[in-house]
């Protein structure tokens, strides 16, 4: 039972952390994630399977470039203008 205490403590502890992003890199998530959605309503409204599962792709692709430019940001290794989606492209 202790150990059992003792992991989920351990895996809120490490979502706590991993959820503290600066507000300039949460700005720069939100930006892809808005871009994102954006090509997967375009992809909703796809006239065939193939073109559907190619932009839902380029949705996921856009969602990890968003992690990763946070990241960058949070890391210093960019400032939030230079990781936004517009200057990335």
Not at 10 to 19: D, E, Y
Not at 39 to 57: L, P
Not at 63 to 75: H, R, W
Request: glycine share 4%.
């Amino acid at each position: 039972m202790k150990k059992t205490a003792f992991a989920v403590a351990a895996l809120s502890a490490a979502f706590a952390l991993t959820a503290c992003q600066s507000e300039q890199a949460e700005n720069v998530e939100d930006a892809y994630d808005n871009q994102a959605e954006m090509i997967d309503d375009q992809a909703d409204m796809a006239t065939n399977e193939m073109s559907e599962d190619m932009m839902e792709d380029e949705a996921d692709m856009m969602e990890e470039m968003g992690d990763n430019a946070a990241e960058a940001v949070d890391e210093g290794a960019m400032t939030g203008d230079e990781a936004m989606p517009a200057n990335q492209m």
